[in-house]
């Protein structure tokens, strides 16, 4: 009977040995709770103007809302963490700003004619802050105005959601996001300066226009295209370059004898190159 007994036993000894060290913690991991908070605020419609509020944090703009009599339109761009809703009542713009990083953040509201208004507001963790509303005051000094719409050159489609730069001649920049129908404006800008339009957007080329300066209480209008990047195809070994690839830089002699280099026709002509055997 005793040794009957001291198998069991050697057994259980050898399981648990066996079984130290490896077993794994399956507790669910706690989620972490992400703080957000919340802000609202509104603005007296315009009969005469749209108006433009700009969403900015850290500086940099992720969101634009523009309110008219017929509607209301909103745009965003980044990866700022926000819920965006507005709407129109009453000769009132209403904005609010749910589920917001908490941080701070810039407003800027604007409108064909009228003064800018800035206002600054702190988002904390749960708490909703109130804005004061807003009333535009109309410009006394004259001013222009920039329109225009982004489109793919090679589709001819609009491009939405777009950041557009604009900068004039004494460094100060302005930002806007094209709208669904690839709009963008800029309002109230100086009338004795040249501007410089960029934009950059993923899988496209960059895009630098010149602006000349524009006349007192004129809305210049400019169409600009962005050129799309295409991915190089790939050919099987002993094909050559690859479809879209980059040719290297060369000189090669014609007919004639006569040298001719890339470089001479980059940017100015097709290039066709044909290899001939001549004749026999």
């Given at each position: 009977?005793?040794?009957?007994?001291?198998?069991?036993?050697?057994a259980?000894?050898?399981?648990?040995?066996?079984?130290c060290?490896?077993?794994?913690?399956?507790?669910?991991?706690?989620?972490?709770?992400?703080?957000?908070?919340e802000?609202?605020?509104?603005?007296?419609?315009?009969?005469?103007?749209?108006?433009?509020?700009?969403?900015?944090?850290?500086?940099?703009?992720?969101?634009?809302?523009?309110?008219?009599?017929?509607?209301?339109?909103?745009?965003?761009?980044?990866?700022?963490q926000?819920?965006?809703?507005a709407?129109t009542?009453?000769?009132?713009?209403?904005?609010?700003?749910?589920?917001?990083?908490?941080?701070?953040?810039?407003?800027?509201?604007?409108?064909?004619?009228y003064?800018?208004?800035?206002?600054?507001?702190?988002?904390?963790?749960?708490?909703?802050?109130?804005?004061?509303?807003?009333?535009?005051?109309?410009l006394?000094?004259?001013?222009?105005?920039?329109?225009g719409v982004?489109?793919?050159?090679?589709?001819?489609?609009?491009?939405s959601?777009v950041?557009?730069?604009?900068?004039?001649?004494?460094?100060?920049?302005?930002?806007?996001?094209?709208?669904?129908?690839?709009?963008?404006?800029?309002?109230?800008?100086?009338?004795?300066?040249?501007?410089?339009?960029?934009?950059?957007?993923?899988?496209?080329?960059?895009?630098?226009?010149?602006?000349d300066?524009?006349?007192?209480?004129?809305t210049?209008?400019?169409?600009?295209?962005?050129?799309?990047?295409?991915?190089?195809?790939?050919?099987d070994?002993?094909?050559?370059?690859?479809?879209?690839?980059?040719?290297?830089?060369?000189?090669?002699?014609?007919?004639?004898?006569?040298?001719?280099?890339?470089?001479?026709?980059v940017?100015?002509?097709?290039?066709?190159?044909?290899?001939?055997?001549g004749?026999?």
């Amino acid at each position: 009977m005793k040794k009957i007994l001291t198998f069991p036993a050697i057994a259980f000894l050898l399981l648990a040995a066996l079984g130290c060290g490896t077993s794994e913690d399956t507790t669910d991991p706690v989620p972490t709770e992400i703080m957000t908070g919340e802000f609202r605020g509104s603005i007296e419609l315009l009969e005469d103007a749209t108006i433009q509020v700009h969403l900015l944090k850290a500086g940099e703009l992720f969101a634009q809302i523009e309110f008219a009599k017929v509607g209301v339109s909103q745009t965003s761009v980044g990866n700022v963490q926000a819920d965006i809703f507005a709407s129109t009542d009453s000769g009132v713009g209403n904005f609010r700003v749910t589920d917001a990083e908490l941080g701070d953040y810039t407003l800027q509201i604007s409108a064909k004619g009228y003064q800018e208004t800035e206002l600054n507001v702190t988002v904390v963790a749960d708490q909703e802050v109130s804005l004061d509303k807003v009333a535009l005051v109309a410009l006394a000094e004259p001013v222009s105005h920039l329109r225009g719409v982004l489109t793919d050159s090679d589709t001819g489609e609009v491009l939405s959601d777009v950041l557009i730069q604009l900068t004039d001649k004494a460094g100060k920049e302005y930002e806007v996001l094209t709208t669904k129908n690839g709009v963008f404006t800029f309002e109230n800008l100086p009338v004795d300066q040249g501007f410089t339009l960029t934009v950059m957007h993923k899988g496209y080329e960059d895009n630098k226009v010149d602006v000349d300066p524009i006349s007192a209480d004129e809305t210049f209008e400019l169409d600009v295209e962005l050129t799309a990047i295409h991915e190089p195809i790939e050919l099987d070994p002993g094909q050559g370059l690859s479809i879209g690839s980059q040719a290297p830089e060369f000189q090669l002699s014609d007919g004639n004898g006569k040298e001719h280099a890339l470089a001479d026709y980059v940017g100015n002509k097709k290039v066709a190159i044909v290899f001939y055997r001549g004749g026999w």
